[in-house]
């Protein structure tokens, strides 16, 4: 007798990234992960920049007027007691950003998350980092303003390394979840599609 079989079509081919994409994210983890030593090697300039940014939050927060020079961020001009505020390597906020940018690149590397998203928290990230070493810099020249070198010593020693720590753990928290929750590469819905084979010989 006659009979009609039915096998399994080609399945459509899901969860694939376009390759022009996969190569812009690697690309782009590459660069993150390379500037991480280039911002050790520029840190004398990061630091400089650092400090004129630092300067506007210390004045907000201080009697008198701030004003960079260099690395160093003076407060209290005016006042009558003129204070600097040395910004050193191992206190500025490039020791924040390195583990960020490290993390982004390492995830921009690992096929399946989407570049865009992870960039997006990679901002959000560095934005946080520079937010609390900047209330970390404006809270201990408030303090040394009021309580003297006692109170700078509690705020830069203990009260500020802990807001710095959590602040970097959180950052940290931030670019993987971004990373996580922006789902992978789904590309078409995947579906069977069924087709008839030959039709079978007589017997």
Same mark, same amino acid.
């Given at each position: 007798?006659s009979?009609?079989?039915f096998? !399994?079509?080609?399945?459509a081919?899901?969860?694939?990234?376009p390759? %022009?994409?996969? @190569?812009?994210a690697?690309?782009?983890?590459i660069?993150?992960?390379?500037?991480? !030593?280039?911002l050790?090697?520029?840190?004398?300039?990061?630091?400089? $920049?650092? $400090?004129?940014?630092t300067? *506007?939050?210390?004045d907000?927060?201080?009697? &008198?007027?701030?004003?960079?020079?260099? +690395?160093?961020v003076y *407060?209290?001009?005016?006042? &009558?007691?003129?204070? &600097?505020?040395?910004?050193?390597?191992?206190c500025?906020?490039a020791v924040l950003f390195?583990?960020v940018l490290?993390? =982004?690149g390492?995830?921009l590397?690992?096929p &399946?998350f989407?570049?865009s998203?992870? $960039?997006?928290?990679?901002?959000a %990230?560095l934005?946080l980092?520079?937010?609390? +070493?900047?209330?970390?810099?404006?809270? %201990?020249?408030? =303090?040394?303003?009021? /309580?003297?070198?006692?109170g700078?010593?509690? @705020?830069?020693?203990y009260?500020?390394?802990?807001?710095?720590?959590?602040g970097?753990?959180?950052?940290?928290?931030?670019?993987?979840v971004f %990373?996580?929750r922006?789902g992978? /590469?789904t590309?078409p819905?995947?579906?069977?599609? /069924?087709q !008839?084979?030959r039709?079978?010989?007589?017997?």
């Amino acid at each position: 007798m006659s009979a009609a079989a039915f096998t !399994p079509g080609p399945i459509a081919a899901g969860r694939q990234r376009p390759v %022009a994409t996969s @190569i812009a994210a690697r690309v782009l983890g590459i660069v993150l992960l390379l500037s991480v !030593p280039l911002l050790a090697l520029s840190q004398g300039v990061f630091r400089v $920049a650092e $400090a004129w940014v630092t300067r *506007f939050a210390v004045d907000a927060v201080t009697d &008198g007027s701030a004003a960079a020079a260099g +690395n160093i961020v003076y *407060f209290g001009i005016g006042s &009558g007691s003129v204070t &600097g505020l040395d910004i050193t390597m191992l206190c500025s906020t490039a020791v924040l950003f390195a583990p960020v940018l490290a993390l =982004a690149g390492v995830l921009l590397l690992i096929p &399946g998350f989407r570049a865009s998203r992870i $960039a997006v928290g990679l901002l959000a %990230a560095l934005a946080l980092c520079v937010l609390v +070493n900047m209330v970390r810099y404006a809270s %201990a020249a408030f =303090a040394f303003q009021t /309580w003297g070198m006692s109170g700078f010593d509690i @705020i830069h020693r203990y009260a500020g390394s802990i807001l710095v720590i959590l602040g970097l753990m959180a950052a940290l928290v931030l670019i993987v979840v971004f %990373a996580v929750r922006s789902g992978r /590469w789904t590309g078409p819905r995947r579906r069977s599609t /069924w087709q !008839p084979a030959r039709w079978g010989g007589l017997r």
